[in-house]
């Protein structure tokens, strides 16, 4: 799975940050749901999304700590 195909960045959304596509949901908020134990069926019904958007969401932040360029897709 690419992250790319699920997480986009476009100016009018959030002010620009990370979200899992066609919604407003930040992949920041998606993290730190994980990182308190939330199970990914409740996040994944609470925001309704999907289970690769979480997937992504993770995958995203592995590039970031890797300390590699993570480019975004631009706005459609």
Same mark, same amino acid.
């Given at each position: ?14 002010? $620009? ?19 308190? $134990?939330?199970?990914? =069926? ?7 999304? =999907? +289970? =690769?958007?979480?997937? @992504? *969401?993770?995958?995203? @932040?592995? *590039?970031? *700590?890797?300390? +590699?360029? *993570? ?6």
């Amino acid at each position: 799975m690419k992250w790319q195909d699920r997480i986009g960045v476009d100016p009018n959304v959030c002010h $620009g940050k990370p979200c899992i596509k066609g919604t407003r949901v930040l992949v920041s908020v998606v993290l730190a749901d994980i990182a308190v $134990g939330e199970p990914f =069926e409740a996040i994944m019904s609470g925001y309704h999304i =999907e +289970r =690769e958007d979480i997937q @992504a *969401a993770l995958y995203f @932040a592995v *590039a970031l *700590a890797q300390d +590699r360029y *993570a480019p975004l897709p631009e706005a459609v």
